[in-house]
């Protein structure tokens, strides 16, 4: 099964701040990577497809680039509503896996 | 606007069997695959089966395997989920999702407790 790390697990910022998440896949998985926002007592709800492709009505601070084992979900500009778990996942192959999580607090 | 929307959860004894069904509407179901994904309580998320569109490709994730059964009712635009042998482990939220292959609409859960 692949395998994806997250880091950091845990990050506290400002609002305003620019933050990045690392996504490492354990093989190549070319650009089959989706970022999903989690708020307490909520579904998971899609940011990016395809490693960088913003999902509609997505704002436009968050962005995703990366490609092969390593991938980053960035937020420009960070938000109080961005207070959130993010989690990356592989679509390359089954079983389909997920990152353990990122918190951001804000 | 597409609706997905889970029922069927509660609690269940270790051992027992319990089923999840998911009816979606708004798009054209028969088109797309759809997935199952659960979350432990203070967990991340967890990949649990898929099901093709047509509903003759089926895919689980180790840990449930042998013991989860994913099928669904084109015409009910339903998918179900058959949870037997049931551990306390399996105790989650269980979200229904489109797979296009991301999941780009998801349900608001149903909670399976497993406990005696």
């Known amino acids: 099964d692949i395998q994806l790390t997250q880091s950091p697990s845990f990050l506290s910022a400002s609002v305003g701040d620019r933050v990045t998440i690392t996504c490492r896949a354990s093989q190549g998985i070319s650009s089959y990577l989706a970022w999903y926002q989690q708020k307490p007592g909520k579904a998971p709800k899609l940011l990016i497809f395809a490693a960088s492709t913003l999902q509609s009505g997505v704002p436009s601070r968050f962005s995703g680039s990366g490609s092969g084992t390593e991938f980053t979900l960035t937020v420009s500009s960070l938000q109080p509503e961005d207070s959130a778990t993010y989690f990356c996942q592989q679509l390359n192959d089954y079983p389909r896996t997920f990152g353990q999580g990122t918190k951001v607090e804000i | 606007q597409v609706h997905v929307v889970e029922s069927g959860g509660g609690v269940v004894q270790p051992g027992g069997s319990l089923r999840l069904s998911c009816a979606a509407s708004?798009?054209?179901?028969?088109?797309?695959?759809m997935q199952w994904v659960r979350q432990p309580p203070g967990k991340g998320l967890e990949w649990v089966a898929v099901?093709?569109?047509?509903?003759?490709?089926?895919h689980y994730g180790d840990s449930v395997k042998g013991r989860v059964t994913i099928s669904r009712d084109n015409s009910k635009n339903t998918i179900y989920l058959q949870l037997n042998s049931l551990r306390p482990e399996d105790t989650a939220v269980y979200y229904c999702?489109?797979?296009?292959?991301?999941?780009?609409?998801w349900g608001q859960g149903a909670l399976v407790t497993v406990s005696s």
């Open positions: 999702a489109r797979e296009v292959p991301w999941g780009d609409y």
């Open positions: 708004e798009f054209i179901f028969r088109n797309y695959a």
């Open positions: 099901i093709s569109s047509d509903g003759n490709s089926k």
